[in-house]
């Protein structure tokens, strides 16, 4: 089926099955031709018409996501108490607060008090083994709060952009609250 704003573009004339195809960069913004072989109308467009909501996916946030060491991420301000949030957990070196896009009827946030350097999992050093193991602690520990423990949740760190890692301070996500399908991607 095509969306509203997608039909306007196809000609009265076309009115055959539509395939829609993203142009690359360098094409007009939406484009539509008859494909007389496969008697249907190719429909090009850009990605962002084919949007049905104004925001981003995941994937092109971890896409356009910066990994900068010296730049305070949201996490940092949540930290220093510049944004709320919602804490479900805090001690001196960790803080667990809801997610404000849940995946799940419970989906929580754990992440270091001190990012030192802990941008990715995959950036950690030998220095980072206690906090690291405080985090798989603390996640354990708000599952349990949670009720996570009875049937089960999934941890997850997403690691760079392949891994949909939208802000660069570590964090696991705690997501449970139902059955969760498998694979996650």
Same mark, same amino acid.
């Not at 001690?91 to 799940?104: K, N, T």
């Not at 009827?105 to 990012?115: A, Y």
């Given at each position: 089926m095509i969306a509203p704003r997608l039909r306007r573009l196809v000609p009265a004339?076309? *009115?055959?099955? =539509?395939c829609i195809v993203l142009? /690359? &960069?360098?094409? /007009?913004?939406? #484009? @539509?031709?008859?494909d007389p072989f496969a008697q249907r109308t190719v429909l090009c467009v850009r990605r962002p018409i084919i949007r049905s909501s104004g925001s981003m996916s995941e994937? !092109? &946030?971890a896409q356009t996501a910066a990994e900068e060491e010296a730049a305070p991420t949201i996490f940092d301000k949540i930290i220093a108490g $510049?944004?709320?949030? =919602? &804490?479900?957990? $805090? !001690? !001196? $070196?960790?803080?667990?607060? *809801?997610?404000? @896009?849940?995946?799940?009827?419970?989906h929580v946030l754990v992440i270091p008090k001190?990012?030192?350097?802990? +941008? *990715?999992? =995959? &950036?950690? #050093? /030998? $220095?980072?083994?206690?906090i690291l193991g405080h985090l798989m602690f603390v996640a354990a520990e708000v599952a349990r709060q949670e009720g996570l423990d009875g049937d089960g949740c999934r941890f997850v760190v997403n690691d760079g952009k392949?891994?949909?890692? +939208?802000?660069?301070?570590?964090?696991?996500?705690?997501?449970?609250?139902?059955?969760?399908?498998?694979? /996650?991607?």
């Amino acid at each position: 089926m095509i969306a509203p704003r997608l039909r306007r573009l196809v000609p009265a004339f076309h *009115r055959v099955p =539509t395939c829609i195809v993203l142009c /690359p &960069k360098n094409r /007009p913004f939406a #484009t @539509s031709w008859l494909d007389p072989f496969a008697q249907r109308t190719v429909l090009c467009v850009r990605r962002p018409i084919i949007r049905s909501s104004g925001s981003m996916s995941e994937v !092109d &946030k971890a896409q356009t996501a910066a990994e900068e060491e010296a730049a305070p991420t949201i996490f940092d301000k949540i930290i220093a108490g $510049e944004i709320p949030c =919602t &804490k479900v957990y $805090e !001690d !001196d $070196e960790a803080l667990a607060f *809801r997610d404000i @896009s849940p995946q799940g009827p419970v989906h929580v946030l754990v992440i270091p008090k001190q990012r030192a350097g802990l +941008t *990715r999992l =995959t &950036k950690a #050093t /030998p $220095e980072h083994k206690a906090i690291l193991g405080h985090l798989m602690f603390v996640a354990a520990e708000v599952a349990r709060q949670e009720g996570l423990d009875g049937d089960g949740c999934r941890f997850v760190v997403n690691d760079g952009k392949h891994g949909c890692q +939208t802000v660069y301070h570590l964090h696991v996500h705690v997501i449970g609250g139902k059955q969760l399908g498998w694979p /996650p991607g």
